[in-house]
C-alpha cells in the first residue's frame, strides 16, 4: 500500500500526480501546518527533516520529492500500460530527464518558499 504524506500547496503535488497517471492505489495523509503536524515526533520518525512529501510504499519510507519520483516511476514502470513517465536510463534522453527533474523539484521550491513565507 502506498501513502503519502501531503500539506495543500507543498511539494506533494508532484508525486500525487505521478501516481494519479501510473493508475496506482494510494492513501492521502493530510499534514496539518497550522497546528506543525509535519514536526510532529511521529512524522519526524518518519521524515526527520520534518518537511513534505513523505511516501510509505511497504516497509519503504522515502523523503525529498525527486527521489520519491524516481521510485515511483522505477518501481512501477508498466502500472498503466503507456504511461513511460522517464526514457530508459543510459542515454541522452534520460540525461535530459534527470536534469529537468532535479530543476523542478529545487530551483523553483526557493521561489515559492519565498513568496509563501516572506518573513
Known amino acids: 500500500m502506498l501513502a503519502l504524506y501531503y500539506a495543500p500547496g507543498s511539494a506533494a503535488i508532484a508525486p500525487q500526480a505521478v501516481m494519479e497517471e501510473l493508475g496506482l492505489d494510494y492513501e492521502l495523509r493530510l499534514l496539518d501546518r497550522a497546528t ?11 521524515n526527520p527533516s520534518g518537511r513534505i512529501p513523505t511516501l510509505i510504499d511497504g516497509d519503504l519510507t522515502l523523503f525529498e ?5 524516481l521510485h515511483l516511476i522505477g518501481a512501477h514502470p508498466g502500472a498503466r500500460p503507456g504511461a513511460a513517465l522517464a526514457p530508459a536510463p543510459g542515454g541522452r534522453d534520460h540525461a535530459l530527464f534527470l536534469q529537468w527533474l532535479f530543476h523542478l523539484t529545487t530551483t523553483p521550491q526557493v521561489t515559492f518558499h519565498e513568496y509563501f513565507y516572506p518573513e
Open 36 to 46: 506543525r503536524a509535519q514536526k510532529a515526533p511521529d512524522y519526524l520518525a518518519l
Open 65 to 69: 520529492t525527486g527521489a520519491i519520483l
